[in-house]
């Protein structure tokens, strides 16, 4: 046992929210072209600065031993093998200042590359091991934008001529753009590859190394540029073309392969505008004739790990990778409530390696089929394997004190539906259940995907005396076939809300369940489904609404998904119909929300603004309904994953404190009442 976690008057215990600053989550992986180490890196949070730190870890597969080679605090990131796997380059934060650091495995010293202004991220080797590639945010200078003139103050302006000018996590981009730069190994030199008002991301070096291929983002939403197309550069000197002019839809995550032969990467060729309900899935370009086919056409779930918990920092990890020499390119596939790990050939033949009730969600393949992966189950926010021949082989410990406390596992079910269909679902019960009594229950609700990943949030309610449940109802973003999740555009609060309550309909005929003391809450569309919930139905004796959505006439064009975000779950636009957009917000049913409301929200959300949070507390307040709003400074989106530990627990405890306020903890034998 770890002396930093002393257990003995802990021992047995469920999860409480301040928990959080004992755990260790493993992030990114790179195992070594020869298989014979990986690296990776490990964050956890720091009581001292109130934030975290991402470590850098070496482990030797034969021996077993491990270096860290980063112990400061730091932030590491962007991990990449050179070709002939003798140095590892990673990205990294120290004390405000950005560096790219190179670790030779001869003689174990690392040699650091200091980087002015924005970090050097998404590292790619040249495979002559002179030159790295990657990305930073770049300030472009329009030719139209002026100049300061002597004498006169200089203005304070943001100018926006591209509807993406804000970004989730980024602040303001208006100005800046995600561009392409190599780092001179010999000399430290850092040079400028791209200079266009485009975002490039993911930029892969062919074997042969004279070309890269990246991905292009238009901040535009109704161009086939708009969400990401492939580009090539020859080098040296040479500019970005795209590798598919007729692709109309969406490509991610390019990978060289077969002697430079073929590229293979994640996406769909729908026309723009592109809703972000359509699935990527695996492709693969011919280079010679720049033409793509769909590799494995009976696929029809989504390339990704679109689980939702509170132990990823970031979602979705949208990539390909094909080791060099290796006849298989490896992704991650998303499928009901658990994402798994797949390999396919350049033939489409296709097979999942690694599955079960589990969420694997990063992976580094090596030729000869070798695999090293980060896994997390329910009992497990993630540790480190490695897959060979068949077999998988457990290489971490990362959390041993969670051994020590009492965990609720999730129970999987399946209920009735709309029109025959059947909803997966999950329960999670009190640590201290008791079937002969009633428990006050909380139902989490989302569009997004409920899955076994670890969830630490509803750990510290089950300890607190509470069910929990959760489904995946339709319009859930993946793991149910493209039908599924197409199924709510259009009818928001309709037939999605209507599967939500079927599942409480089953939920309050256990006898174990109060039904006169249920919780909702959710975050993000799941915010949305929350309020929509308490403007519809009074079974609910509190509630709790996340970074939410309340008006879908007034939240169009202020998130960083854009305008098209909004069409596209509504099917209309104010200014097309009126009324439909009105009928689908929350605000407008706010006469009837008897419910206790507690609305939270960060300031700096930029996915779901804070005013969203403000009308809707605001009419509340207005009707002298009982309502109360939490504002969390500095914060963003994925707060709840990513924001300060400070802010995460308080985050918790906020919504636990209203459930008890409202619901109480205690339960009641089943042959009573409340």
């Not at 590491?76 to 495995?105: M, P």
Request: net charge negative; hydrophobic share 35%.
């Amino acid at each position: 046992m770890d002396d930093a976690h002393p257990h003995s008057d802990d021992l047995q215990r469920g999860l409480i929210s301040e928990d959080l600053l004992n755990f260790r989550w493993l992030d990114d992986i790179a195992l070594s072209p020869d298989g014979a180490c990986v690296a990776y890196t490990v964050r956890q949070p720091l009581t001292e600065i109130n934030g975290y730190a991402t470590r850098v870890y070496i482990r030797d597969l034969a021996s077993g031993r491990t270096d860290c080679l980063t112990p400061g605090i730091v932030a590491a990131h962007s991990l990449a093998w050179s070709r002939d796997g003798a140095k590892l380059a990673f990205g990294c934060t120290e004390a405000g200042a950005h560096s790219v650091r190179v670790w030779s495995r001869a003689d174990a010293s690392t040699r650091s590359y200091a980087v002015s202004g924005e970090a050097f991220t998404s590292i790619d080797w040249s495979p002559d091991g002179t030159r790295l590639v990657g990305v930073r945010w770049t300030t472009i200078r329009h030719p139209e934008d002026r100049a300061a003139m002597p004498g006169i103050p200089a203005p304070t302006i943001k100018v926006v001529r591209r509807l993406r000018y804000k970004q989730d996590g980024s602040g303001w981009v208006h100005d800046r753009f995600t561009q392409i730069w190599l780092l001179e190994l010999q000399t430290g030199d850092l040079v400028q590859l791209t200079h266009s008002e485009c975002d490039y991301a993911t930029p892969k070096w062919s074997l042969a190394g004279d070309r890269l291929a990246f991905v292009g983002t238009s901040r535009e939403q109704d161009i086939p540029l708009g969400y990401g197309q492939i580009f090539l550069l020859d080098l040296p000197g040479g500019h970005p073309y795209p590798l598919l002019p007729g692709w109309q839809g969406s490509a991610l995550s390019p990978v060289w392969g077969e002697d430079d032969r073929f590229i293979a990467f994640a996406g769909h060729n729908l026309p723009p505008p592109v809703n972000r309900r359509n699935f990527w899935q695996p492709y693969l370009v011919d280079v010679a004739s720049r033409t793509a086919r769909k590799l494995g056409e009976d696929i029809d779930e989504e390339v990704g790990n679109y689980a939702v918990a509170d132990q990823r920092k970031g979602l979705a990890n949208i990539t390909l990778k094909w080791a060099a020499g290796d006849p298989y390119i490896y992704f991650l596939m998303t499928e009901k409530g658990a994402t798994n790990l797949f390999r396919i050939d350049t033939s489409g033949n296709y097979e999942r390696i690694v599955g079960g009730a589990s969420v694997t969600f990063e992976y580094s393949p090596t030729v000869g089929g070798v695999v090293a992966y980060g896994q997390a189950n329910p009992s497990n926010p993630g540790e480190l394997f490695l897959w060979q021949e068949g077999a998988s082989n457990l290489l971490s410990d990362f959390n041993p004190w969670l051994r020590d406390h009492r965990l609720s596992p999730p129970e999987e079910y399946w209920y009735d539906g709309l029109e025959g269909a059947k909803v997966h679902a999950w329960l999670v019960k009190p640590v201290d259940f008791d079937p002969a009594r009633r428990y006050p229950t909380i139902v989490y609700v989302h569009c997004s995907m409920f899955s076994w990943d670890f969830n630490h949030e509803v750990q510290v309610y089950a300890n607190a005396g509470y069910v929990v449940a959760y489904f995946n109802q339709r319009g859930t973003t993946a793991g149910y076939g493209q039908a599924w999740t197409h199924a709510s555009e259009g009818d928001q609060g309709g037939a999605d809300y209507q599967e939500i309550m079927l599942g409480v309909d089953e939920l309050v005929a256990r006898p174990y369940v109060d039904a006169a003391r249920l919780g909702v809450t959710g975050g993000s569309c799941g915010g949305f489904m929350t309020n929509w919930i308490v403007g519809h139905t009074d079974r609910f004796a509190a509630a709790v609404t996340q970074r939410s959505i309340t008006n879908q006439i007034s939240f169009f064009g202020t998130s960083d998904i854009g305008p098209e975000g909004t069409e596209g779950e509504t099917g209309t636009n104010a200014w097309k119909d009126l009324d439909a957009s009105w009928r689908q917000s929350p605000i407008a049913y706010a006469a009837s929300i008897n419910t206790p409301l507690l609305i939270l929200h960060a300031d700096q959300d930029y996915r779901c603004a804070l005013d969203q949070a403000e009308q809707l507390f605001a009419v509340l307040r207005w009707m002298r309904k009982t309502v109360e709003m939490v504002i969390f400074e500095g914060e963003n989106h994925g707060l709840t994953r990513g924001g300060r530990p400070g802010n995460r627990i308080e985050h918790q405890r906020r919504i636990l404190g209203w459930f008890q306020k409202y619901l109480g903890t205690h339960s009641i034998d089943s042959g009573g009442s409340s």
